[in-house]
């Protein structure tokens, strides 16, 4: 028999948010938004995040409109926020905002690209 995942108190939630600056926590659920620096990078932006998270199996709730995204996270099945939802938060959060380092091979885009969102 399954064991159901563990779920985090409000209290928890706001401890382990301070690893993730930009991430809160809403009407009980992890959100994040992400903005970008127009249509054809937010269409980008929705399908990193739609592969990580099927790779992961875990599947947010995502708003999209032409220059901005919101992410949403939460453990369906265990009715609250859980482990799953820190780690695909991590993993997007490590992904869509990756940048080559200074004096790297890769330059990086000059474009604004994606960048974080107003949290609220």
């Known amino acids: ?20 600056p930009g991430w809160f926590l809403q009407d009980g659920w992890l959100r994040r938004h992400f903005r970008t620096d127009g249509w054809h990078t937010t269409l ?3 399908n990193t995040v739609g592969y990580l998270a099927e790779a992961a199996y875990h599947h947010p709730d995502l ?3 032409w220059g901005k995204i919101t992410v949403k996270l939460q453990t ?3 009715g609250g926020i859980t482990d799953k939802d820190f780690a695909l938060a991590r ?6 905002l990756w940048r080559p380092a ?12 994606v ?6």
């Open 1 to 20: 028999m399954a064991t159901k995942e563990r779920v985090y108190s409000e209290a928890e939630i706001a401890e382990k948010l301070a690893e993730l």
């Open 44 to 46: 980008m932006l929705v």
């Open 63 to 65: 708003s999209v409109t």
């Open 102 to 113: 200074e004096g790297d091979a890769l330059t990086g885009t000059p474009n604004k690209w």
């Open 76 to 78: 369906h099945s265990a």
């Open 115 to 120: 960048r974080s969102g107003d949290p609220r």
């Open 91 to 96: 993993k997007i959060e490590d992904v869509v």
